[in-house]
């Protein structure tokens, strides 16, 4: 499968920048899903890598093949991509049976591929079937009833599933009969020796033409397949119909049409149809959002097994963060279609580069405390925290505030001086959705309206703490005294509304605890995630330990 590079994508109406200067290596066999919440252009960017929009400029390559460049006039349409997509809606037709549905696509394709010899393979598949005469009828006999009657149908689909076949090729090895023989595995050897040789006769009818077959039973010349401009044959289609519906298990739906199906067997159906191209990427945009919730937990494993199984290239929408951090190897998170964080989940919930990824990632969501302080020469920072709270914030790794602050500047002049010269390029316009530093929400319990709140005057001795709930413990010999404002137990957990003065932090405490509202508890700030941001920019500073 291939890599995926987009260089520098930028997707504009008027002035409205919906994807803005997006640069992504997408490696090959990763599952990648777009983050962010809606309208941030995520949607957008899965579009243009798969030739469903235009992008106004920059490049896109798949594998190595440009399918856009903006300065090279590239335009590779959808169709031509050898991509999948899954979409919100199945958009199953309705008039048709599931075997008709997952099949439809595979009937317009007419394309250059190698010739495949159809007979051989039919005939390598029963070789592969027949080896083992017990084996066919042990299959065979599990699919009767409780009242000893076979089921044809779903003997099929048994034998399709166990040795990878088409219907064809079933049919043809249940009609042997083996099943009923008195001794099955006598019968299956002699019917072996009948397909073994007429498998060595195609071979030398081959040879004698100076060509081969190999294993997938490909017609060879010199060695290499001979390409044909041609559609796929009734076996390589019912093949492909078969193969995806053995991945997702709806084997035994093949008749069935969609309106006999539940939600999770039609997405199962819509992720058949995709994956039967045998496309080079599965973009999928929000396909699980029409699913209820315990549906949709058991359709992330299925998608995670099928990611495994298919060795494909994933890139998956979403803005359910629980679900792009269970399923992806990389999280990709868009806000106001400007690239914020491109990482490994576990690394974007600890280690957000942000104020607005650290807030969007994570539920509960994180507390952010605000703090002012400077940096002492054993290089902690010392802060005033809720309301006149003292504490010293203790970096893991060595840090001088004032480098720091150098580097902060200079890549704010760097990214003024790109923007200044973008628009001296004819055609160039201002983005009329700005980019601002994320304005995060400070818990109290006296909410006020921020609107008409003048906006506070931010130095370099302004900072944001970030600390996740599960950090914040209930602890008898806690340094903060707090009160207990909200608790909702769920059994393996409560989550906690702490009050500490004007201020309101959320905890997780694992364990059956019970506590009520109004209970005096105190409380401490453990480990070494704590996480210390710039209040002026909202960029992370550092990770460390917070000493009360």
């Not at 079933?170 to 299956?188: N, Q, R, W």
């Not at 992806?328 to 600890?350: D, F, K, S």
């Not at 720091?404 to 890549?411: G, L, P, S, Y």
Request: net charge negative; proline share 4%; with cysteine.
């Amino acid at each position: 499968m291939p890599e995926i590079i987009l260089e520098n994508i930028t997707k504009r109406w008027g002035k409205f920048f919906g994807v803005d200067n997006v640069s992504l290596n997408i490696p090959d066999n990763s599952f990648i899903t777009l983050l962010g919440p809606s309208g941030c252009g995520k949607t957008t960017i899965l579009r243009m890598i798969a030739g469903l929009e235009t992008p106004t400029e920059g490049r896109i390559t798949i594998g190595d093949k440009v399918v856009f460049d903006s300065n090279a006039g590239i335009n590779v349409p959808a169709n031509k991509r050898k991509v999948g997509f899954l979409f919100q809606n199945y958009a199953l037709w309705p008039n048709m049976t599931v075997y008709e549905n997952i099949s439809f696509g595979l009937k317009n394709i007419h394309e250059e591929m190698p010739v495949v010899d159809d007979t051989a393979k039919q005939t390598g598949d029963m070789i592969r079937a027949l080896q083992n005469g017990n084996k066919v009828k042990e299959v065979v006999e599990e699919c009767r009833d409780k009242n000893g009657k076979l089921d044809e149908n779903k003997a099929y689909v048994k034998l399709i599933d166990n040795y990878n076949l088409s219907i064809y090729t079933a049919k043809e090895l249940f009609a042997m009969g083996i099943h009923t023989a008195s001794d099955p595995a006598t019968l299956a050897k002699a019917k072996l020796s009948e397909y073994e040789k007429k498998l060595s006769d195609i071979k030398a009818k081959y040879q004698g033409e100076g060509k081969s077959l190999n294993e997938k039973y490909e017609v060879l010349k010199n060695g290499t397949p001979v390409i044909e401009n041609r559609k796929l044959s009734k076996e390589e289609i019912d093949s492909r119909v078969r193969a995806c519906s053995r991945i997702v298990k709806i084997g035994m739906f093949m008749d069935r049409y969609p309106a006999e199906l539940s939600g999770g067997q039609q997405q199962r159906v819509a992720i058949a149809r995709t994956l039967a191209p045998e496309p080079q990427v599965l973009f999928m945009d929000e396909p699980l959002s029409n699913l209820d919730a315990k549906l949709r937990l058991e359709m992330r494993y299925e998608l995670q097994r099928l990611h495994v199984e298919t060795g494909s290239t994933f890139v998956y929408v979403t803005h359910d963060q629980m679900e792009a951090m269970t399923l992806a190897t990389r999280i990709c998170l868009v806000n106001n279609g400007v690239l914020q964080q491109y990482a490994a989940p576990l690394e974007v919930y600890n280690r957000p580069s942000n104020l607005f990824v650290a807030d969007f990632v994570g539920n509960p969501s994180m507390n952010f405390i605000d703090g002012k302080g400077s940096q002492q020469s054993d290089g902690s920072v010392a802060l005033d925290i809720l309301g006149g709270i003292k504490a010293r914030f203790v970096p893991t790794q060595a840090l001088d505030l004032s480098k720091w602050r150098d580097e902060r500047d200079r890549d704010a002049a760097v990214k003024a001086e790109f923007e200044r010269a973008r628009l001296q390029k004819k055609g160039a316009v201002e983005k009329s959705n700005k980019d601002e530093v994320f304005k995060y929400h400070i818990q109290k319990v006296e909410e006020q309206d921020d609107s008409i709140t003048d906006e506070p005057v931010i130095t370099d001795e302004d900072f944001v703490l970030g600390i996740r709930p599960e950090a914040i413990d209930i602890d008898a010999n806690g340094k903060i005294d707090t009160t207990i404002y909200g608790a909702m137990p769920t059994g393996m957990e409560s989550t906690l509304k702490l009050r500490v003065g004007e201020f309101l932090l959320t905890s997780v405490i694992f364990g059956g605890v019970i506590y009520q509202i109004g209970q005096e508890e105190k409380i401490n700030i453990h480990g070494e995630d704590i996480l210390l941001f710039d209040r002026r920019s909202g960029k992370l500073i550092c990770a460390g330990k917070l000493e009360l």
